[in-house]
């Protein structure tokens, strides 16, 4: 997918873009069997825990987890960040749609911020746009970062 010159002025003026139709639901889909693993997992751990009646097993991916949510509160503090370092979230990294559309905006050289890189969104919560500046040594203060948001789920 090519990026026009409309879309590269906008995000160098406003600092975001959105782009629609740059992944295809092959590129999403190990992400999302992945997360299917991960939801479960935490569900079982906190059903075992005693936070959640049941593991909500019947409801769908896109509405598990606000399920979830909504018998526990702190469910968005799950789980933790090395607990979604999984195979496909590796390998998504490198997929080529997702490289072809960030190289018009930083060039080339594409690297990853090794902390995080799944980060839950529900419902009833807000998840503000930030860079993660405090992973960020002074010798990369002048080095143009992005970061790219994108649902796994249907979202406004």
């Known amino acids: ?18 782009l629609e ?3 295809t639901d092959d590129d999403l889909e190990p992400l ?5 693993i991960i939801v479960d997992a935490m569900a079982r751990d906190l059903h075992r825990q005693g936070k959640i ?8 991916f896109e509405i598990r987890l606000a ?16 607990f979604t370092r999984r195979r496909a979230t590796y390998e998504f990294l490198r ?3 997702l ?6 905006f930083i ?13 839950p969104k529900l419902p009833s919560t807000d998840v503000p746009f930030h860079q993660d500046a405090v992973f960020t040594t002074q010798e990369a203060k002048d080095i143009l970062q992005v970061t790219v948001w994108l649902p796994l789920v249907q979202s406004t």
């Open 95 to 97: 997929n080529k749609n």
């Open 53 to 60: 009646s049941r593991l909500y097993e019947d409801e769908p």
């Open 21 to 23: 139709g740059v992944l």
């Open 99 to 104: 490289v072809d559309v960030i190289e018009p």
């Open 67 to 82: 399920r979830i949510a909504e018998e526990y509160e702190e469910v968005d503090e799950c789980p933790d960040i090395g």
């Open 32 to 36: 999302i069997q992945d997360h299917i």
């Open 107 to 119: 060039g080339p050289e594409i690297s990853c911020n090794p902390v995080s890189h799944v980060r």
């Open 1 to 18: 997918m090519g990026i026009s010159q409309e879309k590269l002025r906008f995000y160098q003026r406003e600092g975001y873009v959105i």
